[in-house]
């Protein structure tokens, strides 16, 4: 007798984000602001000690609190996680029954697909536009209304594109299907585009956010699930009963009530980012095929070089994400930046003048996007 793994575990493999050591990572959408010295002071001088050995709050009540106060949310609605990702495990695992035909879209951000494969949910990957990466909001509507969808999950900000729908349109699709849509918001304090103070009012909306992109808290897995009380409840029933830690509570909550830091973080990310962008838009001749606009703390690109390009960085030591022909570069400071832009010429400049442009079969570059899909999927796009 031996024992042996199922299929859905055979050919699985750990999530390894990138090895080695790189001067400048520009790969995972973190933060590159520091929390300020006197903050964590803050929250650590009032973390009682002497309650280690007992269990957490498994509501996060203060926590919660502090997050419903900044977003001005009723805290009854706020449901904190160990990261947002334990959350779109949780609610995907518990919402949904083997077979459910839940539908994600590509490209996206590639932890939605793989839960609803774990679960064994009956999932679906949703093209969005070729070209322009755009979501037809009324063909998506139809397609869930004519296929019996159960549930969508998609973020917005969307992780890559770095594209943001307007809130009436997610509203509109909320209110035109029966399906639960999962919003995950983890870029969405980068963009004037969310839904979450209206978040209660429907039965079918859970909205995610995440304190490890715009707060610079990835450390600390700290994550959100805003729902009408229905929805909380049955998340709060789900999930396991202490699953937020007494430190990650006390540093959350002292950040949510300092908002003029918060504030001077997307500020100063948000000016490094359209710096970046500008300067990559006025390189006059580079790789660049297509520079899309973005809502993030991140670039989105397309060029034909994408691999040449990733590669010949991190030769340079400089770590940027590659995704079958598109690039996703996280804005870093104003110095990392400069560094990118620098050597990002440089390669560009080289790539072009070896003239490999030409030599190119016009044919192989157009390529489909579910083969782009396969191809993000294997690359990953875990952060
Ligand atoms: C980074 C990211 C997350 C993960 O957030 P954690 O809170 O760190 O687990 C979730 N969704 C999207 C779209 C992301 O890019």
Redesign the pocket.
Known sequence: MAYELNDKLKNLVPYKPLEGEYDIRLD??ESFVALPQDILDDAMGNFDLSKINRYPDPYATDLCEAFGKYYNVKPKYVTA????????GVIMSGFFSKDDLVLTLSH??S?YAFYAEIYELNHQVYQKDPETLEVDMTRLIAYINENNVKGIIF?NP??PTSLCMPSDEIFRLVTSVNALVIL?E??MDFAPKSCIGEGYKYDNLII?R????ALGL?SI???FAVANSTLTKAIQSLKAPYNVNSITQAIGAKVYRKAIHLYECHAKITRARDHLRRSLMNLDGSIIEKLFDTSANFIFMRTSYASEMHARLLERSIAIRLMGDYLRITVGTIKENEAFLTEFKDISDELLSQGKYCEIDESAKVKTISDIASTVNKGG???
């Open positions: 995972a959408n996680g160990n990261g947002s990702d334990e959350l779109i996206d951000f932890m973020s969307c992780n995950d983890a870029y995610l995440t304190c490890s992109k990835a897995r700290l994550g796009n875990n952060a």
